[in-house]
Structure formats: structure tokens, C-alpha cells
Nanobody, 124 residues
Framework: QVQLVESGGGLVQAGGSLRLSCAAS????????MGWFRQAPGKEREFVAA????????GYSDSVKGRFTISRDNAKNTVYLQMNSLKPEDTAVYYC?????????????????WGQGTQVTVSS
């Protein structure tokens, strides 16, 4: 089992920045690819970004590419999502998730463990 706890969400004006953190406990953090997903009211949960176990490879959705950066610190068992140039359409609950398979995935079913989420609200 891996326990994941997100933090860093909040209310920000459009154009602003936030950094989300996800602290992991339980199994060895460096054994898992990590992903960030988000879910807006009335919409399905969608992929945002993912990072390989070693931190050597990343992937982003087209909607956040160039604005968001995912990173991880395996010594601190933490994954981050730096969000810049935020837009109202980025408003959602953001979740981190852990994937124990070999390939870096961008779809939900591959992720085994999920946090409870942190709310991000971007005002216009």
C-alpha cells in the first residue's frame, strides 16, 4: 500500500502560480511512476502530468504543456506540480496517483493508489 496526501491548493487569480505537493508513505516511493490528475465539477477526471520513477522522463496533457512542471524528490518521498500562468479552466480538484507498472501511463486505470485531492480555484 502507498498512502498519498496532497497539499498546496487554494484560490489564485488568473495568471498566478501555485505549487502542489504530494507526500507518499508506505512502500518504496522510487518504485512508482507518479501522476497528477484533475477533476472539474461535472467532468470526468483527466490526466495532467506524469513522471517516471527516476524523474528522468515526464509527460503532460496538451492543455497544461508549457505552463505546468512535474518534478519529484525521491529522498523526500514527494512529487510536485508547479503551475504557472493559471487560467480559470484549470479550476478543479487535483489528485496525485502512483503507478507500479513499467511504462509511464497517462490514463487513470493504470494508477493503483490515489490521494484525496486538493482544490485549486482560479478566479478571472
Amino acid at each position: 500500500q502507498v498512502q498519498l496526501v496532497e497539499s498546496g491548493g487554494g484560490l489564485v487569480q488568473a495568471g498566478g502560480s501555485l505549487r502542489l505537493s504530494c507526500a507518499a508513505s508506505g512502500r518504496t516511493f522510487s518504485n512508482y511512476h507518479m501522476g497528477w490528475f484533475r477533476q472539474a465539477p461535472g467532468k470526468e477526471r483527466e490526466f495532467v502530468a506524469a513522471i517516471r520513477r527516476s524523474g528522468g522522463g515526464t509527460g503532460y496533457s496538451d492543455s497544461v504543456k508549457g505552463r505546468f512542471t512535474i518534478s519529484r524528490d525521491n529522498a523526500k518521498n514527494t512529487v510536485y506540480l508547479q503551475m504557472n500562468s493559471l487560467k480559470p479552466e484549470d479550476t478543479a480538484v487535483y489528485y496525485c496517483a502512483a503507478d507500479r507498472t513499467i511504462v509511464l501511463h497517462t490514463t487513470l486505470p493504470w494508477y493503483d493508489y490515489w490521494g484525496q485531492g486538493t482544490q485549486v480555484t482560479v478566479s478571472s
